[in-house]
């Protein structure tokens, strides 16, 4: 049952590799969302104040999952797998410097950019602005190693399943650092000593 489960998944990744892509990398989105809302909102909550998921902001997930981020990502790697073949120190250092400098801000960007759009923000560059740089910084932890686990050592045949996996993770941290409240700046009003004391007069009278 198994084997014949995964020739089957193998034979649509042949017949229709995009297609899998984006369903797969769709629905990795949609899970880490809404893992993430289930322990906040349910898991997590008290029992006297649980709150509903949010699927319109699962729905921003999803499109940003299958509709933008699965092309971009097939097209990267079958570029990335022509133009750099074997698994030489030279062509793995090659492709994660490529990988984590080149498309991860192109990624970060229409992450941050596009979710404010579909959330319909004033401000679409504000939170890009804010966690790029801690975003970025995780991505180099995170996805530096596993590249490197990915390009070097891991069978074609497996790295689908290898980058689901590590997919689901990193998701799951986009996630997160998304739902972080943006810092805000708070200004204090200056206080004068004789505008006070007039309208303490003016109050007076």
């Known amino acids: ?119 319909g923000s004033e401000d679409i560059f504000l939170e890009l602005r804010e966690k790029f740089v801690p975003t970025f910084m995780r991505s180099c932890i995170f996805w530096l190693p596993a590249q490197a686990l990915n390009f070097s050592l891991v069978a074609p045949r497996f790295r689908v399943i290898y980058m689901g996996i590590c997919g689901l993770i990193w998701v799951n941290i986009l996630c997160w650092t998304k739902r972080q409240s943006l810092p805000v700046a708070t200004k204090e009003i200056p206080t004068d000593s004789n505008n006070n004391e007039a309208v303490i007069r003016n109050s007076e009278t």
């Not at 022509?82 to 030279?90: L, S, Y």
């Open 1 to 119: 049952m198994m084997a014949r489960l995964i020739s089957g998944v193998r034979n649509l990744f042949h017949r229709y590799p995009f297609v899998t892509n984006s369903a797969i990398y769709g629905s990795l989105y949609v899970g880490a969302e809404y893992s993430q809302q289930f322990a906040s909102k349910r898991w997590l909550a008290t029992a006297s104040k649980p709150e509903d998921i949010d699927y319109a902001t699962i729905g921003r997930y999803a499109v940003m999952g299958t509709a933008v981020y699965a092309p971009t990502l097939y097209l990267w790697y079958k570029w990335l797998d022509r133009a750099f073949p074997g698994t030489t120190k030279v062509i793995i250092v090659k492709k994660l410097v490529l990988d984590q400098f080149v498309l991860t801000p192109y990624l970060l960007t229409v992450f941050y950019a596009g979710m404010s759009i579909m959330e």
